[in-house]
DNA sequence: GCCCACCGCGCG
DNA sequence: AAAGCGCGCGGTGGGC
């Protein structure tokens, strides 16, 4: 049986959302079209420098021999070729269709001098054309405007396009920073981005109502990326306290702390298993340099509690003792039958229903059906109804904006957050306002909201750039 | 010259 | 039993 793919007050959020957008996007985000200039020349150079550099690499001597006038450096396909079938590494990662995987994760196995520029290059490579590149092909009059759809995503999120808005660079800071830089405000503006502190999770917890995870919501002092970090690399408390006032240390624990968030807790909750979380948790220590207090790497302090090595990460062979694999099987099974029995009772009880209702209704009131496996079933309806959270919010902040007849514009939307363009003389109004939008008008809504709401705001200097956005704390 | 599938990678 | 959710974009390589 097919089922309206929405609910009257979901169909008005979208009516609503798209009228508003097209608002956000007729504004448009000032851009440093001279700083852009200047930059694509400066990653052109580098570029070629390192190209030139490798030129001289057996490498490239190879795959000029195997491929004469077709050699092109960016063909990934040949790079494979001359790595796996003409110089004899080995490598068992495949792709869907059964080609060598050349990914960053694969290619960084390979001990060669060649491999690291020829990453670094990719990344230029992708800054350069993706983002320098691209987003200047957007600019009109100084201005770009992204589009944000609503009617693309299975789970009735939005997507942006023409540029992107919602995938610019931020988690390496070299890159963030070079392209975070051409983002800029209009004159005697700031740029200010509020975005909800952890909303998948909390809407997560208004579906399962797991009683161990609203502890860690309403406790402040509760943090379950930190504990999870702890149980995963066997690290005390302590070593996950910051020394107060020691930026190195503070910086140290951030660390840790950021790997049991992305490479555990995260992937945990969209469905990936022990074997990959081993992995991705093992590769970071060395990427990320994770280490004790004292300095030792937590490679060492691992093997002092007897994890030698990582595993074989077979699925059909069970974990051998004195391996990650096995310590983090462990680890995932504490996790979903201890820490969070009730979490998992529901996500088992959610697909049964869609199996046996064909469709799902999230607490926003929109519906999902067709064809979905396991790990959709449970995602869809946490990621779409956390983005409904911020759409409800943007739709009533620009009210509030025309309202008082403010000059604040919103100029983007990336998910959880929303970006604008804000006089100087306007920002306590707005934070203000933000906080009364996003944390008190939204719980008032929608009485689903069973767990706390927090924000967080990051604002630019007047006349600064995004990459110069610093927290400020609005409640 | 255009379209498409695939891969890889940027973000939440 | 299965085993990481959602996007957009740039490049390659093949087909028309």
Known sequence: MNVLPYTPESYQLMHDGAITLARVESNGIRIDTEYLRK??????????????????SE?????????????????????????????????DQRTATGKHKTDEDSLSRINHPFIQDYLKIKT????LNTYVLGIRREVVNGLIHPFFNLHLVTTFRSSSDSPNFQNIPVRDPIIGKLIRQAFIPRSGHRLVEADFSGIEVSVAACYHKDPRMMEYLEDKTKDMHRDM???CYMLPLEELTPTKGDKEDTKRCKNIRYCGKNA???????????????RELWNYISSMDLKKRDGTSLLVHLREQGIRELGDLDPTQKPRRGTMELHIQQVEKDFWEKRFPIYDAWKKKWVKAYIQDGFMRMLTGFICQGYLKRNEIINYAVQGSAFHCLLWSLIRLQRKLDKHRMKALII????????????DEELND??????????DDLKDAWDWIITPINIEAEVTPVDGNWFQKAEMTIG
């Open 412 to 423: 983007g939307q990336i998910h959880d957050s929303i970006v604008s363009d804000v006089p």
């Open 59 to 91: 490498v490239v001597q190879t795959w000029k021999t195997k491929f004469k006038g077709r050699f092109n450096l960016n063909s990934l396909d040949q790079l494979g070729a001359v790595l796996f079938e003409e110089m004899g590494f080995e490598s």
């Open 430 to 439: 707005f934070l203000e306002l933000s906080r009364e939008v996003m944390v």
């Open 124 to 127: 230029l490579n992708k800054t």
């Open 229 to 231: 970090a702890m149980q």
């Open 39 to 56: 930059t694509a020349r400066r990653l052109t150079r580098r570029i070629d420098h390192l190209s030139q550099k490798i030129q001289e």
């Open 264 to 278: 555990f807790v995260f992937p945990e909750f969209y469905g990936s298993y022990y074997p990959d979380r081993a």
